[in-house]
Nanobody, 132 residues
């Protein structure tokens, strides 16, 4: 079983930056897909960022160019660097891990999909509030 724990949330003014961390412990073998999701109060959970086994990344349009995710395997930690934060980024942020990949016959590569049901392990979440 995989355990995930997010830290780094807080309150920041619009235009500010925060870095979230997600420590990964337990049976981490074959956790090929890592993801960040967020849920604002009263809204559906939405996908933010993906990181696959080759460290390829993919981002939701709403955060592309402002957010960046990366992984430090030596520290078993996933990061989400958030820049140029907006009030609409206010939400509880969750990291997630899963072993389900998809294979593209055309490109010959494995890739991850931003489907919450593909992620079997979730952290408890960390709150990010962007307000002046």
């Amino acid at each position: 079983q995989v355990q995930l724990a997010e830290t780094g949330g807080g309150s920041v003014q619009p235009g500010g930056s925060l870095t979230l961390s997600c420590t990964i412990s337990g049976y981490t073998y074959a956790q090929y897909c890592m993801g960040w999701f967020r849920q604002a109060q009263g809204k559906e959970r939405e996908w933010v960022a993906l990181l696959d086994r080759s460290s390829n990344t993919n981002y939701a349009i709403s955060v592309k160019g402002r957010f960046a995710t990366s992984r430090d395997n030596a520290k078993n930690t996933l990061y989400l660097q958030m820049n140029s934060l907006k009030p609409e980024d206010t939400a509880m942020y969750y990291c997630a891990a899963g072993s389900k990949e998809y294979y593209s016959d055309d490109s010959g590569i494995y890739y991850c999909v931003a489907n919450p049901s593909d992620f079997s392990s979730w952290g408890q979440g960390t709150q990010v509030t962007v307000s002046s």
